[in-house]
């Protein structure tokens, strides 16, 4: 079936007068649109906002080098690492939501539902306050205070980012026809066999997309690093505002545009990811690896 048909299957193709009134419609958004971009850039255009004097300052060379690329480096930074921690973890958390144990599944669950309530920028400043109610504080372990704000930034990102992570887990498992697991169950693989073997190579692919609009998302809430005064885009962008008074719309501007560009690079990796795994799916090497145990006589016996 060709994707024209299956277009035609999900609703009524528009008639005459419904394509002429979607046309009227899309034309008079795109009007309404253009109209406001316009006066916006008229009103900004009258506060001298395009005038070259005030760029000069936040894309000055050495404030480039001084100050934007060691955010970029720190922004990368605190992403790579928070999204290290909340794969793992989420991994964890994501497999206890759905474990046969009774006290490993209320564990898991409270955890989501405890830290996906909380507001992410309270996580991150309360990790960052309690710093040293246990005895301990990191500048006694030798941390330097940037060290100190990355550390608790990475904790709070990956914490909250992992009780996002396991409900896509948990979800996508649900998701799967129950007659796949039950038939490895019917061949005697045991549970830890059967979601490793069978659901886990399927599960990966179709939670690519949720998990790829999550990591974009855990990317722009490094911007949160500025409550802690983590240096990081945000932060760097008000210093310069700072610096330059007249030039703080454009810095903004400015780091705005570098979240989108490092946003839209993040996405064509994983979309290039996901093309591959495609076309070279896991299932072969799953399959062969089922084979293996099951001829290998590992697997428990059907009575």
Known sequence: MNSKNETTVLFDALGPKGRRNANIAAIASAVVILGVLG??????????????SRWVNPLDALVVETTWIPAIVNTLVAFALGSLVALVLGVFIGFG????????????????????????????????TIDGHFGFTTDTLGWSGEARRLTFLVLGLGIYNAAILAEILRAGVNALPPGQAMAGQAIGLRHGQVQRLIVLPQVLRNMLPAVLAQLVILLKDTSLGYVITYPELLHSANI???????????????????????????????????RRMRK??????AAAQLESVVAGGTAGTVV
């Open 97 to 128: 939501r759905i474990s046969r144990f009774l006290p490993t599944r209320a564990a898991s669950t409270v955890y989501v539902q405890f830290f996906r309530s909380l507001p992410l920028v309270l996580l991150i400043w309360v990790s960052f």
């Open 240 to 274: 310069i505002g700072r610096d330059y008074s007249n030039s703080f719309l454009q810095a903004l501007i400015i780091a705005a545009l570098i979240y989108f560009a490092m946003a839209y690079a993040l996405s064509k990796v994983v979309v290039f990811a996901e």
């Open 39 to 52: 006066w916006v850039a008229y009103v900004l255009y009258g506060e001298g906002f395009f005038e070259s």
């Open 280 to 285: 070279k799916t896991a299932a072969p090497k």
